[in-house]
């Protein structure tokens, strides 16, 4: 999409006249080349479904990984372990406990590769793609034309951080009542393992369409939207992802801005540093959102587990999740799953943003 940049005058002063008197000085409009070429709406629609594609292949094993340690019986077995607060009966400093975050992380994701195969590294990748692709158009698509008509009719159609907020909030908004089903079937095939009396593992669901007919027939459409309220609790993290992002990209412009004022011409090296900051860029953006706002994470994943045998919810709702977690668990709980979630989400944004960026310059 196009940035809106307001118009740049400079003012220059006339040298003197022959009697002393300076001449009036006048402001001469200079052009401002556009660093962003003008985009067809349609095109990020695409651009950002195969980004996210790419990147949720790239990452679906930290993506079962996070999804399990969100959960309240990962949780249990590594508090009944000590992994997170003590070691050896001694308590685990800051920087340690960040390496036992890690090791629980890849030992997790070992014990799944040893115990259930390579393939289960890759459990709900299917409708994982099956969200994610449409989530990332639609999100995309929403933010970026949202964009431009917030900035026409409100703000004269210039770009400002309220304006990228604003679009950013009614994309998240879309992006998650039209796909929280496709989200809670993910959530409960990575979650799917029971551990029989033999001591072997069964399933509850056969795969996606199996475990869409069980939530009807056991919770009915409801259930399909269980942990919307926490999804729309999200939309703060992708709307100070989108503000963020957009800030240090405005930085990275300025530079090619200058360059084109200067008259100097872009190299293929410029432009592929260009792409690598802003890349950079969506990495540190999703890791500060993430930071700020990582409880809601562990929040919609329990909203989404599948209900007790009486067919009774574990959580009432939103505020009780919340609560009963902090109360029985402790504030910790809270941020379960943290490391694998920001291993698997920086470089996932990093390969996303990237892709689409990529492809908008390529094809605009």
């Not at 990984?65 to 001694?90: A, N």
């Not at 685990?92 to 390579?118: C, D, K, P, W």
């Not at 300025?254 to 200067?262: H, P, S």
């Not at 977690?325 to 709980?333: D, L, Q």
């Amino acid at each position: 999409m196009a940035t809106s940049n307001p118009p740049y005058t400079e003012t220059k002063i006339k040298p003197s006249l022959p009697s002393g008197k300076p001449q009036k000085a006048q402001a001469v409009p200079i052009e401002v080349v556009q660093v962003e070429k003008i985009s067809k709406p349609w095109l990020h629609f695409v651009a950002g479904g195969v980004g996210g594609m790419m990147g949720a292949i790239a990452t679906a094993p930290l993506d079962v990984v996070k999804t399990r340690l969100q959960s309240d019986f990962y949780s249990s077995q590594l508090m009944k372990g000590h992994l997170q607060q003590t070691l050896h009966g001694q308590r685990v400093g800051h920087i340690r406990s960040i390496g036992l975050h890690f090791y629980e992380t890849f030992q997790i994701m070992a014990n799944v590769y040893r115990m259930e195969g390579g393939r289960s590294l890759f459990k709900g990748l299917g409708p994982n793609l099956v969200g994610v692709i449409p989530a990332r158009s639609i999100n995309f698509f929403t933010y970026n034309n949202g964009k431009n008509l917030i900035a026409s009719t409100l703000n004269n159609g210039a770009e400002a951080a309220w304006v990228n907020l604003m679009a950013a909030a009614v994309a998240g908004i879309a992006t998650s009542t039209a796909t929280n089903p496709i989200w809670l079937v993910k959530t409960r095939l990575q979650l799917d393992k029971q551990n029989s009396n033999k001591g072997d593992y069964t399933r509850q669901y056969k795969n996606s369409i199996d475990c869409v007919r069980q939530v009807l027939n056991k919770e009915g459409i409801p259930g399909l939207y269980r942990g919307l309220t926490a999804s729309y609790l999200g939309v703060v993290e992708s709307s100070l992802q989108w503000v963020l992002y957009e800030q240090m990209k405005g930085l990275i412009n300025r530079r090619e801005i200058l360059r084109n004022r200067l008259g100097l011409k872009s190299t293929a090296g410029d432009t592929f540093f260009e792409w690598l900051a802003k890349s950079g860029a969506a990495g540190l953006a999703k890791l500060s959102a993430s930071l700020l706002t990582y409880p809601h994470e562990v929040i919609r994943t329990r909203l989404r587990q599948r209900p007790f045998a009486d067919g009774r919810p574990q959580y009432s709702g939103l505020v009780n999740c919340f609560m009963t977690v902090w109360k029985e668990e402790g504030f910790v709980a809270l941020y379960g799953g943290l490391t694998a979630h920001l291993m698997r989400t920086v470089p996932n944004s990093i390969i996303m943003f990237g892709t689409w960026e990529l492809i908008i310059k390529v094809f605009s």
